[in-house]
């Protein structure tokens, strides 16, 4: 079981063993916003840095990618993000992504990072 992803803005990916708040801040480098996803994302939600356009942070062009993917071409996004279960437990804590989820998440990342370099 995996409890996140993080996407950096060099498009690595690494594991979150938790998905604490402290956890995820840390991975994003500061306050927390959560965004629900759709489409080919659907099930997950991407926490990105709530401040990353006022402080400048790089582009992230994975999860602008899986952004256009649930959203079209709105916005981009910027800095780390974490993507994590949209399903959670009865005290509101998200759901461990499972082993077979995690594969299919980043078969998904890969694919959906390439439509948008090529477009």
Aim: zero cysteines; hydrophobic letters at 40%; a negative charge.
């Amino acid at each position: 079981m995996v409890a996140g992803v993080i996407i950096t803005t060099e498009m690595n990916t690494t594991e979150l063993p938790d998905t604490s708040y402290e956890a995820i801040s840390k991975a994003v480098g500061g306050y927390i916003q959560i965004v629900p996803l759709q489409n080919d994302f659907a099930g997950y939600s991407m926490y990105l840095h709530e401040e990353g356009k006022l402080i400048g942070l790089p582009m992230n062009d994975i999860a602008t990618a899986v952004w256009e993917n649930s959203y079209g071409h709105t916005d981009i996004i910027l800095g780390n993000v974490v993507i994590v279960n949209a399903n959670t437990d009865d005290d509101g804590n998200e759901l461990p992504i499972s082993e077979d989820d995690a594969e299919s998440l980043m078969a998904k990342l890969r694919l959906v990072f390439v439509k948008y370099a090529t477009n």
